[in-house]
C-alpha cells in the first residue's frame, strides 16, 4: 500500500509518504508552534499526537529527541491513518504508535467532513464549515502579501465527503496501555478540543504534565478550556495566536505544571 503513496522530503531531510504534497509545507510550519513558551520535551518522554493527521509532528518529535520519545498517534480518518501508519512503519513502529481513532469525551462513532484536498480542515463539527471557511479567508487576505495561492487552495480545500469514524476517550487509552505519564497532550482536532480534555478521567488528570492545543474560539471555548486546565492544576497558561491568523478565532494555547 505505501508504496503507491506519494513521497516528499521535510525541511529536516526526513522522506516521509503523504497525500498531497502541496499541504506539506503548511502542516510542518504550524507544528513549529508547538513546542514554546514553557513546554519542553526530553528523550524517553511519553507524547499522545491526538490529532495526528499525517504524522508530522509525531514524525518531528522521533527525530528532533533523538529516536527516542513514545509517541501515540491519534488518527480518525481512514484515507489519513493509512499515510500516518505508513510513516510509522517506515521509521519505527515500536516508538510511534498508531491509532485509527479520533479522541472525545465518550467513544461512539461520528460522520466526519473529510476534506480530500486539504486533510487538516477535516472536522466533526460540519454545521461551522461556511464561518470557518470565511475566516479563514478574510485571515489570509488581511496577513498574506500574495493571498492569490492560499486562496486557490481554500476554494478547492472545501470539498468534503461525509466519512463515519470511531471516537474513544483519553482514559480508555490510558487504561488499555497502562499509561502511567504523559509528558505532553497535543491535541489539533479542528474545534473538537473540549470534547478531548472532557474525556479525561478525574484519576487521570495527574497524569498529564503538559498541554498545548489548538483552540477554536466558538461559545466562549478559550475560557471554559483555560478553567478548566486551571481548575486540574495547570498553573501555567499562555495564549497566542499565529500572525497569518490575526482576526480569526483560532488561538494556541500552552498549559504546564509549575
Request: aromatic share 10%; hydrophobic share 40%; charged share 25%.
Amino acid at each position: 500500500m505505501s508504496t503507491l503513496l506519494p513521497e516528499t522530503q521535510l525541511p529536516n531531510g526526513m522522506k516521509i509518504f503523504c497525500l498531497r504534497e502541496e499541504e506539506v509545507p503548511i502542516l510542518y510550519e504550524q507544528i513549529q508552534y508547538y513546542i514554546k513558551h514553557g513546554i519542553k520535551l526530553h528523550e524517553g518522554d511519553v507524547v499522545f499526537d491526538v490529532g495526528a493527521n499525517i504524522g508530522l509532528f509525531s514524525l518531528w518529535a522521533y527525530q528532533k529527541y533523538q529516536k527516542n520519545v513514545n509517541v501515540y498517534a491519534f488518527e480518525p480518518i481512514p484515507a489519513i491513518f493509512n499515510v500516518l501508519e505508513a510513516n510509522a512503519l517506515r521509521f519505527d513502529p515500536e516508538k510511534i504508535k498508531v491509532f485509527p481513532c479520533g479522541l472525545s469525551h465518550e467513544s461512539k462513532s461520528v460522520t466526519f467532513a473529510y476534506h480530500p484536498n486539504a486533510t487538516m480542515l477535516s472536522t466533526a463539527y460540519q454545521e461551522d464549515l461556511p464561518e470557518l471557511r470565511n475566516q479563514l479567508r478574510q485571515a489570509v487576505i488581511r496577513n498574506t502579501k500574495e493571498p492569490s495561492h492560499s486562496l486557490r487552495w481554500l476554494e478547492t480545500g472545501f470539498e468534503i465527503e461525509q466519512i463515519t469514524c470511531q471516537l474513544k476517550t483519553i482514559s480508555e487509552i490510558i487504561q488499555e496501555n497502562q499509561i502511567e505519564q504523559i509528558d505532553l497532550l497535543k491535541i489539533d482536532v479542528e474545534k473538537s478540543e473540549l470534547d478531548v480534555l472532557l474525556g479525561i478521567e478525574a484519576q487521570d488528570w495527574q497524569k498529564i504534565k503538559q498541554i498545548v492545543v489548538e483552540v477554536h474560539d466558538l461559545e466562549d471555548k478559550l475560557q471554559k478550556i483555560t478553567t478548566l486546565l486551571k481548575e486540574r492544576g495547570f498553573s501555567e497558561v499562555e495564549v497566542e495566536q499565529e500572525s497569518m491568523l490575526k482576526g480569526s478565532n483560532l488561538f494556541n494555547l500552552y498549559a504546564w505544571r509549575r
